[in-house]
């Protein structure tokens, strides 16, 4: 879902139009840099931990705190990175045409 956020479209058009080596490349380019979206999340949550730990009422407060979604924990050993990808961008690859 977040990939076809950043693309401007939907999930369905991206599954059709798509193949798995350019996901992969989606999934390289997101490991590396994240998507667009992804770093501004963690920024404005970095602003409001500051501010939060500024105003006092915070001390202990971590980033993840302020972050609309837990930060993944590692993937389990039976688990790819691939895989992974295919999970979280919700992406089923198109089928060929004969």
């Given at each position: 879902?977040?990939?076809?956020?950043?693309?401007?479209?939907s999930?369905?058009?991206l599954?059709?139009?798509?193949?798995?080596?350019?996901?992969?490349?989606?999934a390289?380019?997101?490991?590396?840099?994240?998507l667009?979206?992804?770093?501004?999340?963690?920024?404005?949550?970095?602003?409001?931990m500051?501010?939060?730990?500024?105003?006092?009422?915070?001390?202990?407060?971590?980033?993840?705190d302020?972050?609309?979604?837990?930060?993944?924990?590692?993937?389990?050993?039976?688990?790819?990175?691939?895989?992974?990808?295919?999970?979280?961008?919700?992406?089923?690859?198109?089928?060929?045409?004969?």
């Amino acid at each position: 879902m977040d990939l076809a956020l950043h693309l401007g479209g939907s999930a369905e058009s991206l599954t059709r139009s798509m193949t798995e080596a350019e996901l992969q490349r989606w999934a390289l380019y997101a490991g590396r840099h994240l998507l667009p979206f992804r770093r501004l999340e963690i920024l404005l949550a970095q602003l409001s931990m500051i501010v939060a730990r500024t105003m006092g009422g915070a001390k202990d407060a971590k980033v993840a705190d302020f972050m609309l979604q837990e930060p993944s924990e590692e993937l389990p050993s039976n688990v790819t990175r691939i895989e992974a990808a295919r999970k979280a961008f919700g992406f089923a690859p198109r089928k060929r045409k004969a």
